[in-house]
């Protein structure tokens, strides 16, 4: 299952040497180097405060709640619920549902941001020693990730180079971060990869969070966390959905689906917030801009599941809900069989709305970033809900059929995302209605 990034992503990596973990990237014959072992002297770099960079922290007086955290069903009449906060396990005990853990590490990377602002108020960050070649060296590293960004993430580069210098190198260094993770387990290596594999690629990750990265492109990444306030976490998570995808390969409910969608996509939300920046002028709090920035990651990633069952179904992969197939009358047979019937189309309409929900919740979020931020985030939003369009449009064939955006209708949206771009925070909703705007 490919990975829903909160950019527009085209053609995966092909990684030469899984266990070597991405020695090479390769575009056709044309190897893209990352090979280069970064000497150890890379762990000097430590934060430093200055006045050139600037987070706001956001008002704290109002409490803008992820609205589907103990919410209900989608509306009145619809046969299954987005979540419950909380479950009943086996034993008659009350347990934490996937959301709550979701939204417990979501309050945590808030707060992480708040306390770093209140405590150092302006922040940038700068080498308390630099050592001969070191400058180079990290120009290079962003350079390469520049290059990687642009080759398969056309349309995000793009909108990538609107942003600050800094911010925009940060962004293409976790981009490749997460592209070589997912290509860990979905790339043309994956059959050989273990859980120990994966063990070996997250103590990598916490050795870069502590500035001794083992190649150029993680020297990327190491010198973005000294510079942003970006925590380990959602890294660490994401890998975890690696693992979820070595062991398992169905769902039972939608709470099950959701952790997964959280640790593969959802994740690179809470990465991004950091380094985009919230508008100065927002008066969200940093809390309901995280969960917006999550809410689009499981938006992208419950599209990708239904553009792709029938891709996964042909690698023996079902990323649908057990409880709500059973209740549509839909069996795993069935999505094998790969046949549209009026139980599948009625299914999938279901399925559809509620990732529309996901992606009407994203909305509240992307106006409060940053302006140099927005446009990429808004292209990503409104290109791939467009997917879903195309899946209707194919009579909800997606056994047979893959639901893509033509060039021209991507074309035809990216001066729209481009003019909400240019919306600031709080004028957000009269101006969509003046102007007309709609998906």
């Known amino acids: 299952m490919s990975v829903a990034f909160l950019w527009i992503v085209t053609p995966s990596l092909e990684i030469s040497n899984s266990f070597g973990f991405f020695d090479s990237f390769r575009d056709g014959n044309r190897p893209l180097d990352s090979s280069m072992p970064v000497s150890r002297d890379w762990g000097s770099i430590r934060a430093k405060k200055s006045r050139k960079q600037k987070w706001n922290p956001c008002s704290l007086g109002t409490d803008l709640k992820y609205s589907s955290v103990g919410g209900s069903g989608l509306e009145s009449g619809s046969n299954f619920s987005v ?68 080759e398969y993430a056309k349309t995000f580069y793009l909108g990538t180079l609107l942003m600050t210098p800094e911010r925009r190198r940060a962004i293409w260094a976790i981009y490749v971060w997460c592209r070589r993770t997912d290509e860990l387990v979905d790339g043309p290596n994956a059959s050989h ?69 959280y640790y593969v996509a959802g994740t690179v939300g809470l990465m991004s917030v950091p ?52 209740q549509a009358g839909l069996s795993d047979d069935d999505i094998f069989a790969g046949k549209v019937t009026d139980k599948w189309r009625n299914f999938m309409k279901n399925q559809i709305k509620r990732a529309r929900m996901f992606f009407d ?28 369009d195309e899946i209707e449009a194919n009579d909800y064939n997606n056994f047979t059929k893959r639901a893509y955006v033509s060039k021209a209708k991507k074309l035809l949206a990216l001066p729209i995302a481009y003019t909400r771009s240019l919306i600031p925070p709080s004028r957000t909703s009269s101006l969509l209605t003046k102007a007309g705007i709609e998906t």
């Open 83 to 150: 979540l419950s906060s909380m479950v009943a396990n086996p034993a008659g005990e009350m347990a934490t549902s996937s959301e709550q853990k979701v939204y417990n590490v979501v309050l945590k990377q808030a707060a992480l941001v708040e306390k770093q602002l209140r405590s150092s108020g302006d922040l940038d960050v700068n080498p308390d020693i630099v050592l001969p070649g070191t400058l180079s060296l990290l120009s290079e590293a962003y350079d390469r990730c520049g290059e990687v960004c642009a």
């Open 193 to 261: 990869i273990t859980p120990t594999a994966l063990d070996r690629w997250e103590a990598r990750l916490e050795d870069l969070f502590q500035g001794r990265p083992f190649d150029m492109l993680d020297a990327a990444l190491s010198d973005t966390v000294v510079k942003f306030p970006v925590d380990i976490q959602p890294f660490k998570d994401m890998i975890e959905g690696m693992r979820m995808d070595l062991r398992k390969s169905k769902y039972k409910s939608f709470d099950e689906l959701y952790l997964y969608c």
């Open 275 to 326: 380094v985009m920046g919230i508008a100065p002028e927002s008066q969200a709090t940093t809390e309901s801009v995280y969960n917006a920035a999550l809410a689009l990651g499981i938006a992208n990633q419950l599209t990708n599941i239904l553009r792709d069952v029938g891709e996964d179904a042909g690698r023996g992969r079902i990323y649908l809900p057990q409880d709500e197939l059973a």
């Open 361 to 388: 919740e994203a909305e509240k979020g992307v106006t409060e970033l940053s302006a140099a931020s927005r446009w990429p985030v808004w292209a990503s939003l409104l290109l791939y809900r467009q997917i879903l």
